[in-house]
C-alpha cells in the first residue's frame, strides 16, 4: 500500500536537501547489496532526523536498532558538543557494516555501536537520555518504550519509526504479528498521561513522542 500518494513523495523528495556524499553512497550500496534495504531510512526521513536532531540539540541519543548506520550518522547532526550518540543492533553483521561507515564520517567518532539484545544492553546503560529513535523489531516496541521512558530526560523526545507498518494497520482487520504489535503500540503511547505525542506520514509513519515535563 502507498502511504503517500507517489507523486507527492516524488515533489517532496525534490524539494528536500541532497545528502552529503557519504549518507548517499552508503544509500546506494545499501539499496544494491543488501538483503534488507528497505530498511533504511533514506534521504527524505533521513534529513527529517537530522533537522528534528538539530532543533532538539541533544547530549545524549540513543538508538535502538541499527541497521547499517544511515540514521545514526542523521540523528549524529544535532549532537551538542561533547554529546554521544549511542545505537543498539543486534545482528552481528548489520553492526559490523555500521561501524565501518562510521569509520569514514567526520562524525563517527562520537557513535558507539554495540551488538545484542536492545533489551538486556539497555539495563546496563546507565545514562539519561535527551533523544531515542525506535526502530528495532515491531514485537518488542511497547516493551523498548516502556525501558527507555524511566532514563529519559523530562521533556526529551521519542521518535518511533514504521507506526503505519507498511499501511497494515489502516486495515479493517489487523493481521500478522509485527502489525499487531505496532497498532497496541500505538494504542498504549496514545493513552499515556506521561507523554505528548503527533504522527507523522512520513514514509512509513513517524510518531513523535515528548515526556511531559516533571
Request: glycine share 8%; with cysteine; charged share 25%.
Amino acid at each position: 500500500m502507498d502511504i503517500v500518494a507517489p507523486a507527492a513523495q516524488a515533489y517532496a523528495e525534490r524539494h528536500t536537501s541532497p545528502d552529503e556524499q557519504l549518507l548517499a553512497e552508503l544509500e546506494e550500496w545499501t539499496v544494491r547489496t543488501h538483503a534488507d534495504p528497505h530498511m533504511i531510512s533514506g534521504r527524505l526521513q533521513g534529513q527529517l532526523l537530522g533537522q528534528l536532531s538539530r532543533m532538539i540539540a541533544p547530549e545524549m541519543i540513543l538508538e535502538i536498532g541499527t541497521f547499517v548506520g544511515y540514521s545514526a550518522l542523521c540523528l549524529a547532526r544535532g549532537l551538542r558538543p561533547g554529546g554521544r550518540l549511542v545505537t543498539l543492533e543486534i545482528r552481528e553483521e548489520d553492526a559490523r557494516l555500521a561501524r565501518s561507515w562510521f569509520d569514514r564520517s567526520p562524525s563517527g567518532h562520537l557513535i558507539e555501536c554495540l551488538q545484542g539484545d536492545a533489551l538486556a544492553l539497555m539495563e546496563n546503560l546507565d545514562e539519561t537520555w535527551d533523544l531515542v529513535f525506535l526502530d528495532a523489531d515491531k514485537v518488542n516496541y511497547t516493551r523498548y518504550y516502556e525501558a527507555v521512558l524511566p532514563r529519559l530526560r523530562p521533556g526529551g523526545w521519542i521518535i518511533a519509526d514504521n507506526v503505519l507498518f507498511h499501511g497494515q494497520v489502516l486495515e479493517p482487520s489487523v493481521k500478522g504479528k509485527s502489525a499487531r504489535a505496532i497498532e497496541a503500540f500505538n494504542e498504549h503511547v496514545s493513552n499515556d498521561p506521561r507523554v505528548e505525542t503527533v504522527m507523522l506520514t512520513v514514509r512509513d509513519g513517524l510518531m513523535i513522542i515528548r515526556k511531559k515535563p516533571e
